[in-house]
T-cell receptor
Framework: SAVISQKPSRDICQRGTSLTIQCQVD?????MFWYRQQPGQSLTLIAT?????????ESGFVIDKFPISRPNLTFSTLTVSNMSPEDSSIYLC??????????FGAGTRLSVL | AQSVSQHNHHVILSEAASLELGCNYS??????LFWYVQYPGQHLQLLLKYFSGDPLVKGIKGFEAEFIKSKFSFNLRKPSVQWSDTAEYFCAVNVINTDKLIFGTGTRLQVFP
């Protein structure tokens, strides 16, 4: 497995602002993903963070709203832009270490007022 | 599109009771199957996985799951639950040769002593 650190662990933000979430892994990984877990719901994949190229977004998610950076093989950021209360969720990053198994960070609990 | 269904949203058991959580997926091709667990206040952890071979797989903490291809099912079982099994359980499917994990809606398990 791997140690996956997410910052911040939680935040309360005002609508219209943006929040950048960081995901740091203690080893180099090829695949990194960002998920959203809305209250009472399951995890939904937002995008695949590709190192050295633009992220690959899932249907319903766009780069303008959720810009992602992946400057190297151990780090990625997800920004939630122009937030509204509907963006209140837990945001998680995950990585594939080997064997097609995803390991998850502890998540960032975001509340938008 | 692929989807994962978990039939039980909330299960309440007494200690020593047997557990079975249902999971069905919709995809006709080859898949990898997972059960993840999220204990209160903790991050998602892998409970067990099925890639190929023996359809009955054993995971951590006495859990097991059986892959029944004809039923597109991957039900999770434990013969005797403990209070410490109180958690949320997620079934997930990964279509072979893709990177995506598709999660079910989760089942909240409460075990009372």
């Amino acid at each position: 497995s791997a140690v996956i650190s997410q910052k911040p662990s939680r935040d309360i933000c005002q609508r219209g602002t943006s929040l950048t979430i960081q995901c740091q892994v203690d080893s180099q990984v090829t695949m990194m993903f960002w998920y959203r877990q809305q209250p009472g719901q399951s995890l939904t994949l937002i995008a695949t963070a590709n190192q050295g190229s633009e992220a690959t977004y899932e249907s319903g998610f766009v780069i303008d709203k959720f810009p992602i950076s992946r400057p190297n093989l151990t780090f990625s950021t997800l920004t939630v832009s122009n937030m509204s209360p509907e963006d209140s969720s837990i945001y998680l990053c995950s990585v594939v270490i080997s064997g097609n198994i995803q390991y998850f960070g502890a998540g960032t609990r975001l509340s938008v007022l | 599109a692929q989807s994962v269904s978990q039939h039980n949203h909330h299960v309440i058991l007494s200690e020593a009771a047997s557990l079975e959580l249902g999971c069905n997926y919709s995809y006709g091709g080859t898949v990898n199957l997972f059960w993840y667990v999220q204990y209160p206040g903790q991050h998602l952890q892998l409970l067990l996985k099925y890639f190929s071979g023996d359809p009955l797989v054993k995971g951590i903490k006495g859990f097991e799951a059986e892959f029944i291809k004809s039923k597109f099912s991957f039900n999770l079982r434990k013969p005797s639950v403990q209070w410490s099994d109180t958690a949320e359980y997620f079934c997930a499917v990964n279509v072979i040769n893709t990177d995506k994990l598709i999660f079910g809606t989760g089942t909240r398990l409460q075990v009372f002593p």
